[in-house]
């Protein structure tokens, strides 16, 4: 039930009991948003990327890419594609990027695109079945139609897309008509997320992003009679001139459009790291009470709407794949978020994109120059990296279990990594009743279960497994938990 941005969570005891529990049942109110606003890391993987260390090279990928033909089981893998290129400046942006007006750039791209392809399949051999492929910047939409074709092409001439897969692309509003939607699906995708923001016009003017709600509206209505699966749209609260109230009435807008899913970010202002947050008046950014306020009443309006908090800034509507996926148990994670595809090893190409193959993570080069200078010498562009030991490999099973099930049972990592949970994880349970106490989980003898109002602190309760957490404290590098 939501009322004045209040959210009760339902009890899941016996109708007898109910009542005795419902003094007990906490509330999501902006008080306790604004209790639990503590900076952690996202766990799209654990380690996180700042874990990755220069000694993890090329020759160290090359042989965990050889390690995944052992055996002659080769499960699906999942695809991104990092496509950096922007035709103009968002003032918010902390993405790897960069802003030309010329589209020739993307030639020589693709070019390079192709070697990295034919590098991977050297060593993977051809004919692996992808099961999710995702392009991220950027602008994929940067990219002409003939150049998303010919990058279709030299994935489908070394790979195999599986008939179910989830195949989505990032979609600048600005550089799409129903035309260019209608090609997207011909060349096989099925899900798109469209970057929103917000629908303000004074917010939009400030972050340098204009783009009228009824151009978004009609590209959604497009995709809709072109039968995307699913419509993806991202919303950033904390930006400057917003208000509640004006972000209200995006939120408004955004329920009226109905996309099958929603992300919901929160601005984090770090104009030292981010060069193009300079130019933003940091007079004009709303206070952290605003923010909470907004983030609070987004909660609200989306639930009382009828979607899912899947989890982590992301709802669905019931009947989208993820929402599902959530309510079966199924859902994974992976750098590109939540996903309903099976665990799997994660190719990236591309200028800066960070993959994950068996017990290593890796990233490509940072810049344009050196990673084409890599790939110039028949080279995999990989400058870092990590081979998780099995403390890495035992933390991340717990910690991916309640970020993507909400539950853990003790005796299912005792089997899979031969430990004794309760004593090789002693001083974390510990810390876990102070959590309890909180209302965020129940732990019993055998398991932990994240509670309803839990799943909205989740990171706060994967935090407590991170061992590097533990050990370095200083978390002004990592996002808020909200």
């Not at 790897?96 to 392809?117: C, D, F, Q």
């Not at 034919?118 to 051999?125: A, F, P, R, T, V």
Request: one cysteine or more.
């Amino acid at each position: 039930m939501v009322a004045n941005n209040t959210i009760n969570f339902p009890s899941n005891q016996p109708a007898n009991k109910q009542a005795e529990a419902k003094s007990t049942v906490p509330t999501l109110t902006p008080e306790t948003l604004q209790k639990f606003d503590v900076s952690g890391p996202r766990y799209t993987s654990y380690p996180t990327a700042d874990r990755f260390v220069e000694a993890f090279t090329e020759d160290s990928y090359k042989q965990t890419l050889a390690q995944r033909r052992i055996g002659g089981l080769t499960l699906p893998l999942s695809i991104y594609v990092h496509i950096p290129f922007c035709e103009s400046l968002c003032f918010f942006c902390a993405c790897n990027k960069i802003v030309t007006k010329h589209h020739e750039r993307s030639v020589e791209y693709l070019r390079y695109l192709s070697r990295e392809i034919d590098l991977h399949i050297e060593h993977l051999g051809a004919g692996q079945t992808i099961s999710q492929l995702h392009l991220g910047g950027g602008s994929p939409t940067f990219f002409s139609d003939e150049e998303l074709s010919e990058l279709m092409a030299m994935i489908r001439r070394s790979f195999v897309l599986a008939p179910n897969g989830e195949y989505s692309i990032e979609v600048d509003p600005r550089t799409v008509n129903e035309q260019r939607l209608a090609h997207l699906a011909s060349l096989g995708f099925n899900r798109l997320s469209f970057g929103v923001q917000d629908f303000d016009p004074e917010v939009q003017k400030a972050v340098h992003r204009i783009q009228p709600a009824e151009q978004v509206f009609s590209l959604v209505e497009s995709a809709r009679r072109l039968q995307f699966d699913s419509v993806n749209v991202d919303l950033i609260y904390g930006l400057p001139k917003q208000s509640p109230e004006s972000f209200s009435k995006t939120l408004a807008q955004i329920v009226e459009l109905r996309p099958e899913r929603i992300a919901l970010y929160a601005y984090a202002h770090l104009p030292e790291r981010f060069k193009p947050q300079r130019r933003i008046d940091t007079y004009e950014l709303p206070a952290a009470s605003a923010k909470i306020a907004m983030l609070s009443n987004a909660i609200a309006t989306f639930l009382n709407a009828g979607y899912v908090y899947v989890g982590m800034d992301h709802f669905a509507l019931p009947t989208d794949a993820l929402a599902i996926a959530k309510r079966q148990g199924r859902l994974h994670r992976n750098f590109q978020g939540y996903s309903t595809q099976p665990d799997c090893d994660l190719i990236s190409l591309g200028v800066s994109a960070i993959g994950r193959v068996g017990a290593t993570y890796s990233q490509n080069a940072k810049t344009l120059e050196e990673y084409y200078d890599y790939l110039n010498q028949g080279r995999f562009p990989i400058v870092h990296g990590l081979a998780l030991t099995r403390d890495d490999l035992v933390r991340r099973a717990v910690i991916m279990a309640i970020m993507c099930q909400g539950e853990l049972q003790y005796e299912a990592i005792e089997l899979a990594y031969m430990i004794n949970f309760k004593q090789y994880f002693a001083n974390e349970l510990e810390a876990l009743k102070e959590l309890e106490k909180t209302g965020m989980v129940t732990l019993d003898e055998n398991s932990l279960q994240v509670t309803d109002f839990g799943w909205f602190f989740v990171r706060a309760v994967g935090m407590v497994f991170d061992r590097y957490l533990q050990t370095d404290r200083n978390r002004a590098r990592f996002s808020k938990i909200i």
